[in-house]
């Protein structure tokens, strides 16, 4: 659900228009509660304002839209207002969004201060470079038997590896800055699995489209074991 939130150098922050959208409701409706708590803030401290949201032009399907960037604190006190079933159930969402969108700061920045976590993530850097090697070779390999895309290869080999590890992708902060130890090793076989598997059925003479879904199925087993070790490690860990 991080994906609901935008980072930027000002901070944390969430569309109007999503959430309106996410809400049931018009995005008009929803900026008219945002302005009457603008009204409110300004009678209380017209000095903190600008820290809670900032309007920003966006374009949408050949439209342009004023929306609101609203900070955490904004869209609690904006979707408080709002008390309909649907509501309430995406203000649980966002709020959970932004909490997980700040550990994952947190844990980028205690990441880039470790030095086991650093060896490990150049390690990583390196595997990567590797698969993104072979996967070029799978997209000339493609391209050869007749596909008119292959370069979404490198996108869609990436995107599913991550699905097998139940990751979600993010621009910022990188998803590989905020994962742990043991989410970056579990990255690094997968992506070993990636390059040996290609490398197998391309010498095979498969098919691209065959060759592409068997690595998506051997990545959904590989992720389904460590999911099943993870939870037979589960009751041991409640244990302690």
């Keep these: 659900m991080v994906d609901l939130i935008e980072v930027n150098k000002k901070g944390l922050w969430v569309d109007s228009r999503l959430v309106a959208k996410k809400f049931g409701m018009q995005h008009k409706d929803f ?19 600008p820290t809670k949201f ?38 649980v969402k966002f709020n959970d969004a932004f909490y997980a969108m700040e550990r994952r700061i947190l844990t980028a920045d205690v ?47 990436t995107n599913t590896t991550y699905k097998a590890l139940s990751l979600m992708t993010q621009r910022k902060p990188k998803l590989r800055d905020t994962m742990n130890f043991y989410e970056l090793a579990e990255l690094l076989l997968a992506e070993r699995l990636v390059r040996g598997a290609l490398k197998k059925y391309m010498a095979l003479g498969r098919n691209y489209k065959d060759i592409y879904d068997s690595v998506k199925d051997d990545l959904i087993q590989f992720g389904t074991g460590l999911s099943l070790g993870h939870n037979e490690q589960e009751p041991m860990v409640r244990a302690y």
């Design 111 to 157: 990441n880039a201060t470790d030095l086991a976590w650093l060896s490990q993530r150049k390690q990583g850097k390196a595997a990567r470079l590797e698969e993104t090697d072979v996967v070029k070779e799978f997209v000339e390999y493609a391209t050869k038997q007749g596909s008119k895309s292959a370069n979404y290869y490198y996108m869609h080999i």
């Design 54 to 91: 900032y309007k920003e032009l966006r374009h949408y399907r050949g439209t342009d839209f004023e929306v609101y960037m609203m900070s955490r604190e904004f869209f609690s006190l904006v979707s408080m207002r709002l008390t309909s079933k649907k509501a309430f159930k995406w203000q």
């Design 31 to 49: 900026a008219n509660t945002a302005k009457k708590v603008i009204d409110k803030l300004e009678g209380l401290s017209r000095e903190s304002i």
